[in-house]
């Protein structure tokens, strides 16, 4: 893979993240697992939207990398995917509240 096509691929990949990052709900969702994890069902009451729309939210971060699951039979638990999502968060954080 040459440098432009490595280039390519990584602004497809924070185009991805940007997305992600670009709905006040999921950047509710994120805070709220900055906290810890959580089931589908506890971020959905703590956001105040239903389990589906909830659940569709999670999906578009998780296809972004920005958090994983783990299941505890039916349940389905959410993080943050890494030490560097939390980190993430929190400068996106500080540079909104700065600006």
Same mark, same amino acid.
């Given at each position: 893979?040459?440098?432009?096509?490595?280039?390519?691929?990584?602004?497809?990949?924070?185009?991805?993240?940007?997305?992600? !990052?670009?709905?006040?709900?999921?950047?509710? $969702?994120?805070?709220?697992?900055?906290? @810890?994890? *959580?089931?589908?069902?506890? &971020? #959905?009451?703590?956001?105040?939207?239903?389990?589906?729309?909830?659940?569709?939210? !999670?999906?578009?971060?998780?296809?972004?990398? $920005?958090?994983?699951?783990?299941?505890? @039979?039916? *349940?389905?638990?959410?993080? &943050? #995917?890494?030490?560097?999502?939390?980190?993430?968060?929190?400068?996106?954080?500080?540079?909104?509240?700065?600006?």
């Amino acid at each position: 893979m040459g440098d432009r096509d490595a280039k390519a691929a990584l602004f497809a990949e924070f185009a991805a993240v940007g997305k992600a !990052l670009g709905n006040p709900k999921r950047l509710e $969702l994120l805070d709220l697992l900055a906290q @810890g994890p *959580r089931s589908v069902d506890d &971020l #959905a009451a703590a956001a105040s939207v239903g389990t589906s729309t909830c659940s569709a939210h !999670l999906q578009t971060l998780r296809e972004a990398g $920005l958090v994983e699951t783990r299941r505890e @039979g039916r *349940r389905i638990f959410y993080s &943050l #995917a890494g030490d560097d999502v939390a980190g993430l968060w929190d400068h996106l954080r500080r540079v909104a509240g700065a600006h």
